[in-house]
């Protein structure tokens, strides 16, 4: 068994892992400057916090791996299940912070259910769409696969978290892409959009959600409310310059004007400190490694390992972009931490459990599906 395991690890991804492991190390400095106090050259425990939890975390990333992502995604609807009453318990049982339920508590853990849900996810988009051939997907095909999107939507909205919830639709949407859409569903979807879009705007979106819309749309209106947060990101990015000020000098963020800058504003802390330089090549590792794990797809005629990885990729590229594009104002401020690099145990916990995923994917890619 030990020669089994052995042989398993020598067939790891080592590049796919050492971007990971690059990212979090990125993140640990970012936090650390982040939580940094200059006047007392004090650093509040985030940043080890953080660490501690990546490497209790590769013990997952190492499980899943030697489990095999096969045997994983076959029990995907019973996690699915378990995943959406989770979901269900926040609402009701979930602690109140900002206004919102997101988290739940057993003991002294506290986690984000709708986080954990994102690997949920990415095994039931494999398990949904793993059973289609080569043709376009219709009406019927894509309407039934679609109910599955609904129950954790509706779910992770009502907490309310919808920049979450349209993560999850968006990953859906770019699979189901991936995978072939026929024309006219997809003329239907654009022209079916317009046309709820002031339904949902007056009804649906929530009246902070509207404000932050609003803010996006001209940040100049309420400087000191809703548009704060857009400008002083904003600020700090552009005076980063080139070169950025240097590690630990951020002013934007050491004086406490950027808000949330150790989670959903990390990319401004970094832009501010290394620059243009330092934040795009962050972007550039990034999408190293969302080209890896799709590289590794290509490789593949399995539906299901396929499907895994495209899902993976799509969250990682989703989130990302938004995540920056929030950052620098070219799109609205919603909650979403940029993956590996902000603070938040929940969030580094599911993005590691996908690469897990995906290097299981790595390593059974020549294997034949009977064989595990």
């Known amino acids: 068994m030990f020669k089994k395991y052995a042989d398993i690890?020598?067939?790891?991804?080592?590049?796919?892992?050492?971007?990971?492991?690059?990212l979090v190390v990125i993140g640990f400095f970012a936090i650390y400057s982040a939580v940094y106090d200059p006047t007392d050259a004090s650093v509040?425990?985030?940043?080890?916090?953080?660490?501690?939890?990546?490497?209790?975390?590769?013990?997952?990333?190492?499980?899943i791996s030697f489990v095999g992502y096969r045997n994983i995604v076959r029990f995907a609807p019973i996690f699915y299940f378990l995943g959406c009453l989770s979901l269900l318990l926040v609402l009701f049982f979930g602690n109140l912070e900002m206004g919102a339920r997101r988290w739940l508590s057993v003991g002294s853990i506290t986690g984000q259910p709708s986080e954990f849900f994102k690997v949920v996810w990415v095994l039931m988009l494999a398990w949904v769409f793993s059973d289609l051939k080569d043709e376009r997907l219709g009406f019927v095909k894509l309407g039934i696969r679609i109910l599955w999107l609904i129950p954790p939507f509706i779910l992770v909205y009502k907490e309310p978290d919808l920049g979450t919830a349209l993560t999850y639709a968006a990953v859906w949407g770019m699979l189901s892409i991936f995978l072939g859409i026929k024309r006219v569903i997809i003329a239907l979807v654009?022209?079916?959009?317009?046309?709820?879009?002031?339904f949902a705007w007056k009804h649906l979106v929530k009246p902070f959600q509207k404000q932050r819309v609003i803010?996006?749309?001209?940040?100049?209106?309420?400087?000191?409310?809703?548009?704060?947060?857009?400008?002083?990101?904003?600020?700090?990015?552009?005076?980063?310059?080139?070169?950025?000020?240097?590690?630990?000098?951020?002013?934007?963020?050491?004086?406490?004007?950027?808000?949330?800058?150790?989670?959903?504003?990390?990319f401004s802390v970094i832009n501010e400190e290394f620059g243009f330089m330092g934040g795009g090549g962050l972007v550039l590792i990034f999408m190293m490694l969302i080209l890896r794990i799709i590289s590794i797809s290509a490789e593949l005629k399995e539906p299901q390992g396929k499907l895994v990885c495209m899902a993976a990729a799509a969250f990682l590229l989703f989130q990302f972009f938004l995540n920056s594009a929030m950052t620098i104002g070219l799109a609205p401020i919603v909650g979403i931490p940029?993956?590996?690099?902000?603070?938040?145990?929940?969030?580094?916990?599911?993005?590691?459990?996908?690469?897990g995923l995906v290097n299981s994917v790595y390593i059974c890619r020549n294997d034949s599906p009977i064989a595990s």
């Open 9 to 22: 690890i020598k067939r790891f991804d080592y590049f796919l892992l050492l971007l990971v492991v690059l």
């Open 44 to 63: 509040q425990q985030h940043p080890y916090k953080q660490l501690s939890i990546f490497a209790a975390s590769m013990l997952l990333y190492v499980g």
């Open 190 to 198: 654009v022209i079916g959009i317009l046309v709820a879009a002031p």
């Open 215 to 266: 803010s996006f749309i001209s940040p100049d209106s309420d400087p000191s409310g809703m548009g704060y947060q857009a400008l002083q990101s904003r600020i700090a990015v552009g005076s980063g310059g080139i070169n950025g000020k240097g590690y630990l000098k951020g002013t934007q963020s050491h004086l406490r004007f950027i808000p949330e800058r150790h989670t959903d504003f990390i």
């Open 338 to 355: 940029l993956p590996f690099v902000s603070y938040g145990g929940s969030s580094l916990i599911a993005y590691v459990a996908m690469m």
